[in-house]
């Protein structure tokens, strides 16, 4: 623990999370008309929000993971060709209360046992990892708490939403998914209770926002469910080894550890029956998906597309039986279950032969058949790999997997370039599958700087319609999305 007084001013210690492109950069900013290279196109009108992790304070304990620091939002709001950025933390229970104090309270990722004592029971919750709009309202969210909703104009936090009490888990997926035909959200719990448990709760939220049913379910253990699955007849969970245990959290060990002698399987669930019809299966090897792709029915067959490695994701969080073994990087993958049959077994395919992740498909096109796939990737044909933050290896490109044509397209993001994940925009309410944007932040690392880069999705490989330009360094964040500007208030 820091010894240092109260009074004392911080210093962040010399660590990977907070060294070069990944330091703090704790600034609320407000930017009118940033500097744009190119042109914005005047059809995008509307806002992108995403959430990254950034700390106010050096961590209690010396040390923290990525995933630990506080939610920062990060704004674009794009029309008639200009951009204004804005930056704001989230006000969290947390963040509140350590301002007040100077200094860090909260300890280790998800570990209240190594709090200060006078935060005891009070609410954890970063609201770092992705920003999510639905019904109107748009909320950051953290899969260890509840969602945070925010004024989509000044960012400006409203406050703890639990769809007006509806919600029953202490905890809310950082990844819901919105089914573009009905417009309703689907959205899942883990650990529901706060803390290490198997039960999962899946909450089906209407297009207008209510939280009208819930279902829960136990998992064969207590692990990381950071996404899922949900395609217009099914919901699916593929479930990995990567477990947590309260008793080795009180022990002050790593949240989650691997543990490659437990089962990886799959739960279906039929969203008109609910878990009364479940179904599971089981995956004859081991490994571990973070984010999926997409789901969708071809007949008696559901179909679910991830990013799929061969390891667990052993950088953040070890294998404790073999603490040597390493990480592989994830490639696309397309598992079919012919629900029909009682096997529990179900087929494997390559959806693309390319290491990638922060998987995106066209919103619209989400939980039916889609064939147009980006995501974040590295391309050594294209350019040199940059050297590792604490995230691994920097992406240098954003990939395009065009399965209609069978192709795949990069857009190499040059020299000391990082892209980030890619948020696909269409053209217009009726463009076809992936006719539109991407918009994605790129890390300018040489110049400690950020440039939001506006891609034509059809073209990516022909590099940016605009760049525009931050005169500042955005913290590397994780999930973000767009709202049309007709949506927003005022
Ligand atoms: C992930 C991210 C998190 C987290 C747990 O990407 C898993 C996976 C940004 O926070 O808390
Ligand atoms: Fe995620």
């Keep these: ?93 947390k963040f509140k209360l350590e301002r007040a104090a100077r200094r860090a309270l909260f300890g280790a990722y998800r570990n209240p046992f190594t709090d200060d004592p006078a935060v005891a029971g009070r609410n954890r919750g970063t609201a770092n990892t992705s920003v999510c709009w639905h019904a109107g309202r748009l909320l950051a969210l953290k899969e260890d708490s509840q969602p945070i909703e925010l004024d989509p104009r000044t960012l400006a936090t409203r406050g703890t939403f639990d769809f007006a009490g509806a919600l029953t888990s202490k905890t809310f997926t950082a990844h819901p998914k919105i089914d573009p035909v009905s417009g309703e959200m689907i959205a899942f719990a883990y650990n529901t209770e706060g803390h290490t448990s198997t039960g999962i709760e899946i909450h089906f939220i209407s297009a207008s926002g209510e939280l009208t049913r819930t279902e829960r379910f136990e998992a064969p253990y207590a692990s990381m469910v950071h996404d899922f699955h949900v395609s217009q007849r099914s919901i699916a969970f593929t479930l990995y080894p990567m477990i947590n245990d309260w008793e080795r959290v009180r022990n002050g060990e790593p949240f989650f550890h691997w543990n490659s002698t437990l089962p990886t399987v799959v739960a279906v669930i039929p969203r008109a029956e609910g878990v009364r019809g479940i179904r599971w299966y089981r995956y004859p090897g081991i490994g571990m998906a973070t984010h999926s792709f997409n789901s969708w029915d071809e007949g008696p067959v559901l179909h679910l597309e991830q990013f799929f490695t061969g390891s667990g994701w052993l950088s953040q969080f070890p294998d404790i039986r073999d603490p040597s073994a390493r990480e592989l990087p994830p490639f696309a993958k397309r598992w079919s279950f012919d629900l029909t049959s009682p096997s529990e077994e179900f087929a494997q395919a390559a959806l693309f032969d390319q290491i990638g992740e922060m998987p995106v498909i066209d919103p619209r096109y989400l939980t039916q058949r889609a064939r147009q796939y980006f995501f974040g990737t590295i391309n050594t044909d294209l350019g040199p790999m940059l050297e590792w933050g604490p995230k691994g290896p920097p992406f240098t490109c954003i990939g395009h997997f065009d399965e209609a044509r069978g192709a795949t397209s990069f857009y190499y993001a040059g020299r000391n370039s990082a892209p980030e994940e890619p948020c696909f ?48 360094r955005l913290h590397e964040g994780f999930h973000g999305t767009w709202v049309p500007l007709e949506q927003l208030p005022g």
């Design 425 to 472: 925009v269409p053209r217009s309410p009726a463009a076809p599958e992936g006719d539109g944007w991407l918009l994605t932040m790129v890390g300018r690392r040489a110049e400690n700087r950020t440039d939001l880069v506006i891609l034509d999705a059809r073209a990516v490989g022909a590099g940016p319609v605009a760049t525009i330009r931050m005169p500042c």
């Design 1 to 93: 623990m820091d010894s240092r007084p109260m009074s004392a001013a911080p210093r962040f210690p010399d660590l990977l999370i907070h060294r070069g492109y990944a330091a703090p950069a704790r600034m609320e900013v407000d930017v009118y008309d940033l500097e744009v290279d190119g042109e914005i196109p005047r059809e995008l009108a509307g806002c992108y929000y995403r959430a990254s992790a950034d700390p106010q304070y050096p961590p209690r304990l010396g040390t923290d993971i990525f995933l630990n620091g506080d939610g920062m939002i990060h704004s674009v709001r794009l029309e008639n060709g200009h951009a204004d950025l804005k930056t704001r933390y989230v006000r969290t229970e």
